[in-house]
């Protein structure tokens, strides 16, 4: 028999863990405790008491128990899952030997996302933002799908480094890594996972190095807008216009997300952007050229709100994943998300003649060394393009 428990820790907080209590084919009793490390606010093997301290019962007398406060759902849901897999798991017994040694073992998105609510909650408003951006690459990498702890070996991990350094810095993938590896220490001293992967030879944390940024060149984007232009094609048509839009004004996602009509005026946006006003708190001003207002005029205006791209879909990761097929569709091999915008936007302005000051303006850069390394870009394929001359003799 497996039984959730519950510890009270200092914080206030309490530990769940599992109480398992078996007997062995030999008649053999054995009792032991496996902690979860996933922590929720109450103790809920307790029954609900009166004022008296007496046991309240339902219509049926039987005892009521606590119930699950709303922010211990998901805790409380993961742990009666490892509960009944342990179950299962005991009863595949030969000569009293465990078959299955990955007890306990977790589903990688479903503890990040519980971790990140539980952060959330205790420090209020403010958001762990490193987590989020953990659980969004993660699951942009395996398409939505989670992932069992005892499932990932050196591959994944280097598959992984792969993928995060197409849109992430050295320092980015870094920290991303290093978050990722606590799970997988906090898993073998638990002995749910009997190797770490991270500690293997063959895995190496990256250093100084620097990924490239996806763009598109302007063909590319033409291949695209093409595609989705074509009769028939089932691309939906605010992501294809938020998208282009994004190309020609180099807006993140998230400012994509909560644009409205009322933001622009003169034919200008002026918002404060998600990220940037985190820092600087200013406003800034996007002048739109040609192309970006023709693209606002395809866009169905809601009858209930202002915002201008209110039917994308309702997750990055869903959004990425479809951008993806479309680009595919398009003729386009390259591993795009919707981040490729912003780095297409700055490297056509360099490339058609906007200097790296008025660039950084419009991207709301806090210093001129993040917009240079797009003029650096530019650059390198100036020179490519050079080496297309053909020789006098």
């Known amino acids: 028999m497996i039984s959730l428990r519950f510890k009270k820790l200092k914080s206030g907080k309490y530990s769940v863990y599992l109480d398992i209590y078996h007997k062995d084919q030999s008649g053999t009793k054995s009792r032991t405790y496996d902690f979860l490390s996933i922590y929720v606010s109450d103790d809920y093997s307790k029954f609900v008491t009166d004022s008296d301290g007496n046991v309240k019962k339902d219509r049926k007398g039987l005892p009521v128990r606590k119930k699950i406060r709303k922010e211990d759902v998901r805790a409380m849901e993961l742990a009666d899952k490892i509960r009944v897999e342990r179950e299962l798991q005991l009863g595949q017994m030969i000569n009293g030997t465990y078959l299955n040694k990955r007890k306990g073992a977790f589903s990688l998105i479903e503890k990040m996302k519980i971790d990140f609510q539980q952060i959330k909650e205790k420090d209020g408003e403010k958001k762990n933002w490193a987590l989020a951006g953990l659980i969004r690459s993660f699951s942009d990498f395996t398409g939505g799908q989670d992932i ?3 499932k990932v070996d050196v591959d994944f991990l280097n598959s992984f480094k792969k993928f995060l350094f197409q849109f992430n810095k050295s320092g980015t993938v870094n920290a991303k890594l290093t978050r990722l590896k606590k799970y997988f220490t906090i898993a073998e001293k638990q002995k749910i996972i009997s190797e770490n992967p991270f500690d293997d030879y063959e895995f190496k944390m990256p250093k100084n190095q620097n990924g490239e940024k996806v763009y598109l060149t302007l063909e590319e984007i033409k291949a695209m807008k093409e595609y989705g232009d074509h009769p028939g094609t089932q691309i939906n048509n605010h992501l294809k216009c938020a998208f282009l839009f994004a190309c020609f004004t180099g807006l993140r996602v998230g400012d994509i997300r909560r644009l409205k009509w009322t933001d622009i005026s003169d034919n200008q946006i002026s918002i404060k952007m998600q990220k940037t006003s985190r820092t600087t708190g200013r406003i800034v001003r996007i002048p739109l050229s040609n192309q970006a207002l023709k693209i606002l005029e395809g ?15 309702k997750t990055d990761g869903g959004t990425n994943r479809a951008l993806r097929s479309w680009a595919e569709l398009a003729g386009i091999s390259k591993y795009i998300s919707f981040h490729t915008s912003r780095h297409t936007f700055a490297t056509l302005g360099l490339t058609y003649g906007m200097d790296v000051y008025s660039m950084q303006e419009l991207l709301g850069h806090s210093k001129i060394s993040m917009t240079q390394h797009y003029a650096k870009i530019v ?4 020179k490519e393009e050079m080496t297309k001359l053909p020789e006098l003799d």
Do not use: A, T
């Open 148 to 150: 069992r702890i005892d």
């Open 299 to 313: 866009v169905e205006k809601s009858k209930y709100h202002e915002i201008i791209f209110f039917n994308l879909q």
């Open 379 to 382: 650059s390198s394929k100036l």
